[in-house]
């Protein structure tokens, strides 16, 4: 995969080890000739380190290879996540500081998280762009501010909280973006 193509959430190998790739930053050439530099911070999946990656726009990294598997969210305990394989109900067992982004999306009838598979081990997981949750505690609305668009923190059912409009009150669900933790509507 070249590095012009890459994007944030690919999973690639670097130094051996497959790496998911959390941010780029583009450095444009200051000089005639001089090639686009494409710096991406990445995480090793096997290691838990940051990883720094600099490469040219032709330069290319091969994509790593692994398995993703759909499972279920089953329970946590203080130090690890447990999830079912949908298809052969073997569990997996990851460790909380490792998906500690993740869990504050995480409910247990949640569909289409998955597990990433590497030499048998189970190293990542990822989880769907937009999630829906519900409200548990936010301040009530006030009277007449309906017209502008102002915002309140609301909690919601994980321990998550968000800005969303005015109007909306306890018990309602939202979907929420799990790459920016942005409102994105009603559910």
Do not use: W
């Not at 949908?86 to 289409?112: C, F, K, S, W």
Request: glycine share 6%; aromatic share 6%; net charge negative.
């Amino acid at each position: 995969m070249n590095a012009k193509d890459m994007k944030r959430g690919a999973i690639v190998v670097y130094n051996g080890a497959p790496c998911m790739i959390e941010g780029i930053n583009v450095q444009s050439p200051s000089a005639r000739g001089a090639a686009t530099l494409y710096k991406f911070r990445a995480r090793n999946l096997v290691s838990k380190q940051k990883v720094d990656i600099v490469l040219k726009g032709t330069e290319s990294l091969d994509e790593a290879d692994f398995q993703r598997r759909e499972v279920k969210f089953l329970y946590s305990d203080p130090d690890r996540a447990h999830f079912m394989d949908n298809g052969d109900y073997e569990q997996y067992a990851i460790d909380l500081a490792d998906v500690r982004d993740e869990m504050p999306y995480i409910t247990e009838p949640l569909e289409g998280i998955r597990v990433l598979i590497y030499n048998d081990e189970c190293v990542a997981i990822e989880i769907p762009t937009a999630v829906d949750l519900k409200v548990t505690r936010c301040d009530p609305a006030a009277r007449g501010n309906s017209a502008t668009s102002r915002s309140k923190p609301a909690t919601l059912e994980t321990g998550l909280t968000v800005q969303v409009p005015e109007y909306l009150e306890e018990g309602e669900t939202v979907r929420v973006d799990t790459r920016t933790g942005d409102f994105l509507g009603r559910a």
